[in-house]
């Protein structure tokens, strides 16, 4: 191996070691390597800025731009007010349906958003039955077209960047129709592998509270029995924090001392029995401001505040909002509800100040999921004229009639001159992790491909497959960006998993398209785990799920997919 190669393949160790076992957020560890490459002189600096203006990327941020507007459109939510009805079956079988359709035109996790209060707060079936599949079918809805998830859209920018036409609107439509098919159909037979859950009247369960002693507290020296703390229902004191010691269990004899921190676990529709308790005062809720119609949001694997406590990110101050209480899937928390330090996934309740929903970043670190509107709602005019803008520009794309980014230039003015967005609200929603993680990938690939290694690794798997020919490297290709993505999040797997599977298509002598597509099928792939996709993450929450609810619903439905998907695309796409 040359110096550049020992260099190049070391940084992609690095890299892939980086996002797996680290915390460090994928844009730094992308933007750390591209960094490298520029100053190693692995990639010249012409080439660095060309790839910060691919015409695929380009696409990207102006489509996610676009989006930020038809988040604001009615129909999502009034179509999924008549979804859940008759059998449990049928319920499914329209809800993923909708959700998918939906999923292949517009922002996924904006969908699931849109959908997930309401499927959560019915009454008629166990919202842990529905939600997952409602994750699911999202991801499957994005692979139907170019703009159905940033995943396609980020394969897009690396064939662009070869100097190719690009993949068309619809290229992704013959082999994810055969996916979205098969895998609903799997969701429905494998629903009893999902928690039942409770059917309810119980929208929120098994928060973390905390609630504070206060001085002269007319609880202060009695045990928690003679409290009644022990007779709330459906809350539980599983903690004291007194000090810096913790309590637990807690036996009904313990006595109780003002200043302690009694950590409650349960629904918290009985919120209002532990304000009634003279002497008791729930976790930062001193401010008379603030309004206890509770707002609950989920925090976003971009958001600032990760790795933070709700005291060290100023959490009040930040947002006009406190937090009253706090969920994290199927684990338990424990300690200081302030100290607890916060996760991508986390599910807050806020009380919010009348400013909360004029605070910059809102969107940013939150997934509003019920509650107050942080966004306001279109009128019923702007909606269909936003919806008929949008169909013009997708059906125009689609007919070759002009490029996709034009149409979602002229969209986005539009958008600003109906004043259905303003210049400052794109200027904070401006996707800058993808943009830079897409950015530097591009520089990485370069580097991968340039210094040669690409193409040193693809011939040694080509050599370790004699014999097998190019459906084996294909299946392979597939099975590591599928690998890639459960380990790490979708857009990082398909920019790590594109330029070898190019070279290997080269190795091969065969069309690149079958390979290119595998990426892009593997990546969206993301069905054992809440960590790959951010639609499971939303669902993992608010349904209560644990890690072993992925495993078990998902490998069915990873296998069918798979399977899928390595049967259609030859057929689609032939060597």
């Given at each position: 191996m040359t110096l550049s190669q020992i260099i190049v393949a070391g940084l992609f160790a690095a890299v892939i070691a980086s996002l797996i076992f680290t915390r460090i957020r994928p844009s730094l560890v992308f933007a750390s390597g591209a960094a490298v490459c520029f100053l190693t002189g692995l990639v010249p600096a012409e080439s660095v800025l060309q790839k910060a203006v691919n015409p695929g990327l380009v696409t990207l941020v102006a489509l996610i731009l676009a989006s930020i507007g038809l988040e604001k459109a009615r129909w999502l939510r009034a179509i999924s007010e008549g979804l859940i009805n008759g059998s449990?079956?049928?319920?499914?079988?329209?809800?993923?349906?909708?959700?998918?359709?939906?999923?292949?035109?517009?922002?996924?996790?904006?969908?699931?958003?849109?959908?997930?209060?309401?499927?959560r707060d019915q009454r008629r079936y166990p919202p842990a039955k529905l939600l997952l599949p409602l994750s699911y079918a999202a991801i499957l809805g994005g692979t139907l077209t170019l703009i159905g998830t940033s995943t396609n859209l980020i394969v897009n920018s690396f064939v662009l960047d070869r100097g190719l036409p690009g993949l068309e609107f619809f290229s992704f439509l013959p082999v994810g129709i055969g996916a979205v098919l098969v895998g609903l159909v799997v969701l429905m037979l494998c629903n009893r592998l999902l928690p039942e859950g409770r059917v309810a009247e119980e929208p929120v369960a098994e928060y973390l509270l905390e609630a504070e002693v206060i001085g002269d507290s007319p609880l202060d020296g009695k045990t928690v029995e003679q409290n009644n703390l022990r007779q709330l229902e459906t809350l539980y004191l599983i903690e004291?924090?007194?000090?810096?010691?913790?309590?637990?269990?807690?036996?009904?004899?313990?006595?109780?001392?003002?200043?302690d921190k009694l950590i409650f676990s349960g629904d918290v529709r009985d919120l209002g029995r532990l304000e009634e308790i003279e002497g008791l005062r729930l976790f930062a809720l001193e401010d008379e401001k603030l309004d206890l119609d509770l707002t609950e949001v989920v925090l976003t694997p971009n958001s600032s505040m990760i790795g933070e406590s709700l005291k060290s990110?100023?959490?009040?101050?930040?947002?006009?909002?406190?937090?009253?209480?706090?969920?994290?899937?199927?684990d338990r928390l424990s300690g200081k509800l302030g100290e607890v330090r916060l996760q991508a996934g986390d599910a807050l309740l806020l009380a919010v100040g009348p400013d909360f929903k004029h605070h910059r970043n809102i969107d940013k670190n939150f997934y509003v999921i019920s509650g107050k509107e942080v966004?306001?709602?279109?009128?019923?005019?702007?909606?269909?004229?936003?919806?008929?803008?949008?169909?013009?520009?997708v059906a125009g794309a689609a007919l070759g009639y002009f490029s996709l980014l034009k149409g979602l230039v002229v969209m986005l003015g539009g958008m600003i001159g109906l004043n259905?967005?303003?210049?400052?609200?794109?200027?904070?929603?401006?996707?800058f992790q993808i943009w830079l993680i897409i950015a530097s990938a591009l520089v990485l690939a370069e580097a991968f491909s340039g210094s040669g290694l690409a193409d040193a690794l693809a011939a040694g798997l080509r050599g370790l497959l004699a014999g097998a020919g190019p459906?084996?490297?294909?299946?392979?290709?597939?099975?590591?960006?599928?690998?890639?993505?459960?380990?790490?999040?979708?857009?990082?797997a398909a920019a790590l998993a594109f330029p070898l599977a190019w070279s290997l298509?080269?190795?091969?002598?065969?069309?690149?398209?079958?390979?290119?597509?595998?990426?892009?099928?593997?990546?969206?792939?993301?069905?054992?785990?809440?960590?790959?996709y951010q639609t499971n993450l939303m669902v993992q929450n608010l349904g209560g799920y644990q890690l072993?609810?992925?495993?078990?619903?998902?490998?069915?439905?990873t296998v069918a997919y798979s399977v899928t998907v390595l049967v259609l695309l030859p057929m689609v796409f032939p060597f």
């Open positions: 449990l079956k049928s319920s499914l079988l329209r809800l993923t349906g909708a959700t998918a359709l939906s999923s292949a035109f517009l922002n996924n996790t904006a969908v699931v958003a849109a959908l997930a209060s309401s499927v004291i924090v007194r000090g810096g010691r913790t309590i637990s269990p807690v036996a009904p004899t313990e006595i109780v001392r003002c200043g990110a100023q959490f009040r101050t930040r947002f006009d909002a406190a937090v009253v209480a706090m969920r994290r899937g199927g966004q306001r709602q279109l009128s019923r005019r702007d909606s269909w004229l936003l919806g008929i803008g949008f169909a013009a520009v259905i967005v303003s210049t400052t609200e794109l200027q904070r929603r401006f996707p459906y084996a490297g294909l299946v392979g290709i597939f099975l590591l960006t599928l690998a890639l993505t459960e380990l790490m999040t979708n857009n990082a298509a080269e190795s091969f002598g065969v069309s690149w398209t079958p390979f290119v597509m595998a990426v892009a099928y593997g990546a969206s792939a993301s069905f054992l785990t809440p960590f790959g072993k609810d992925f495993v078990r619903a998902g490998l069915p439905l």
